[in-house]
């Protein structure tokens, strides 16, 4: 039976990185929802971007048991921020018989301040499709961000 890998952590972590890598370890295909919301809406789809992140979502989790269906493993890529949203994902897999993995990266203030300073400048320079992330948006994130108990994490990464 395939695996589903979830990437959990704060924005700029560096989870679509680990991610990645645990694709080419694991031969495995990503589902990103920020790759689906940056394709279609650029950096802003204005008050509409929860409800498009929800309906990219549910999209992906359908196609991941389609994906799982064929044998192929997957990664979420979606942050996993809170509890009752890891919870929900892991109710979603269990109660379809599927394996589920719940891998946590987890990075001192310092190093994700540089992470997002150097992601914003990136943005800047055109040379990625990421999300600038000002301090506002930073804040935003922060307050939202509950980091997993120990009895949620399967795999801990740490930086």
């Known amino acids: 039976m395939p695996n589903v890998i979830l990437i959990c952590g704060k924005i700029c972590c560096g989870k679509t990185a680990y991610a990645q890598k645990l694709c080419v370890e694991n031969n495995a295909v990503l589902l990103s929802v920020d790759e689906i919301m940056l394709e279609l809406f650029g950096q802003t789809c204005g008050d509409k971007h929860d409800e498009y992140t929800e309906k990219a979502k549910l999209y992906l989790l359908r196609k991941s048991l389609e994906l799982i269906q064929k044998g192929i493993n997957i990664v979420l890529d979606w942050g996993f921020w809170t509890r009752e949203e890891r919870k929900e994902i892991k109710e979603f897999y269990v109660s379809r018989g ?8 987890d990075i001192s203030d310092e190093i994700w ?3 997002m300073n150097k992601r914003n400048n990136a943005v800047l320079a055109e040379e990625t499709s990421a999300y600038y992330i000002d301090d506002n948006l930073a804040a935003k994130f922060a307050s939202i961000f509950e980091a997993p108990s120990k009895d949620e994490i399967d795999i801990i990464h740490c930086e």
């Open 113 to 115: 301040r540089f992470r």
């Open 98 to 105: 599927i394996k589920s993995e719940l891998h946590y990266i």
